[in-house]
C-alpha cells in the first residue's frame, strides 16, 4: 500500500499569500494518478486537481500542480478568503485501490 | 449538472449490517465507476470501495471481507452493505463518481453521518 504524507499539518497565511502544499508518496506514484481535493468544514470533498497538474472544471487558475514521483505540490497563488480549507492529496493505484494524504490544514493567520 | 445524494439509517447497532444508497440524478450511471468513502469525525478519507455499472467491483482490502457494493441501473442508484460494525465504522459516508481516466473522484454527494451505537 502507498502512503502519502502531507506536510506542513497546518500552514497559517494571510489571504493574498502564497501557499505551498506538499504531498510525499512512499512509493513512486504515476503523475497521471495523483489528484488533489479541498474540503470545507461541513461539506464534501472537491476536486481541484487531477493528473498531478491538471484543474477539474471551474477551477480558477491560482491553483496550480506539479511533481512526479514521490513529491508532489500544490500551489495556490494568492489565498483568497474561500481558499482556507483542509486540502487532501490521493493516488490512485494497482489492485485498483485509492488512498488519501492525511491533509493540510490553510488557516487564517 | 449530476447531483449524488445518499440515504439509509443514521443509526446502526453493533454486529448489525449498515446500508446505504446513493441516487445519482442529473445524468446516466452507466459507463461510469462509482465509488464509497468515508470520514470519521476530524479525520481523513478511507476509500471503501468501487462498483462500475455492469456490477462489477472492488473493495478495499482492509473491509473486503465486510463490504457488499451493487447497482441498480433502472433506478440509477448504488448501493452499500457493511456488515459487522463496530463502534470504528462510525464516520460520514460520501458516495462519489470517478472520472479523469476512472481516477480521481469529481462528483460527491454531500455525506452521511452513520453512528453505531447500541
Known amino acids: 500500500e502507498i502512503v502519502l504524507t502531507q506536510s506542513p499539518g497546518t500552514l497559517s497565511l494571510s489571504p493574498g499569500e502564497r501557499a505551498t502544499l506538499s504531498c510525499r508518496a512512499s512509493?513512486?506514484?504515476?503523475?497521471?494518478?495523483l489528484a488533489w481535493y479541498q474540503q470545507k468544514p461541513g461539506q464534501a470533498p472537491r476536486l481541484l486537481i487531477y493528473?498531478?497538474?491538471s484543474r477539474a472544471t471551474g477551477i480558477p487558475d491560482r491553483f496550480s500542480g506539479s511533481g512526479s514521483g514521490t513529491d508532489f505540490t500544490l500551489t495556490i497563488s494568492r489565498l483568497e478568503p474561500e481558499d482556507f480549507a483542509v486540502y487532501y492529496c490521493?493516488?490512485?493505484?494497482?489492485?485498483?485501490?485509492?488512498?488519501f494524504g492525511q491533509g493540510t490544514k490553510v488557516e487564517i493567520k | 449538472q449530476v447531483q449524488l445524494q445518499e440515504s439509509g439509517p443514521g443509526l446502526v447497532k453493533p454486529s448489525e449490517t449498515l446500508s446505504l444508497t446513493c441516487t445519482v440524478s442529473?445524468?446516466?450511471?452507466?459507463?461510469?465507476?462509482w465509488s464509497w468513502i468515508r470520514q470519521p469525525a476530524g479525520k481523513g478519507l478511507e476509500w471503501i470501495g468501487r462498483?462500475?455499472?455492469?456490477?462489477?467491483?472492488n473493495y478495499n482490502p482492509s473491509l473486503k471481507s465486510r463490504v457488499t457494493m451493487s447497482v441498480d441501473t433502472s433506478k440509477n442508484q448504488f448501493s452499500l452493505k457493511l456488515s459487522s460494525v463496530t463502534a470504528a465504522d462510525t464516520a460520514v459516508y460520501y458516495c462519489?463518481?470517478?472520472?479523469?481516466?476512472?481516477?480521481?473522484?469529481?462528483?460527491w454527494g454531500q455525506g452521511t453521518l452513520v453512528t453505531v451505537s447500541s
Open positions: 462519489a463518481r470517478v472520472d479523469y481516466g476512472a481516477t480521481a473522484f469529481d462528483y
Open positions: 442529473g445524468g446516466s450511471i452507466s459507463s461510469y465507476y
Open positions: 462498483i462500475y455499472t455492469s456490477g462489477s467491483t
Open positions: 512509493q513512486s506514484v504515476s503523475s497521471s494518478y
Open positions: 493528473g498531478a497538474s
Open positions: 490521493q493516488q490512485y493505484g494497482s489492485s485498483p485501490r485509492w488512498t
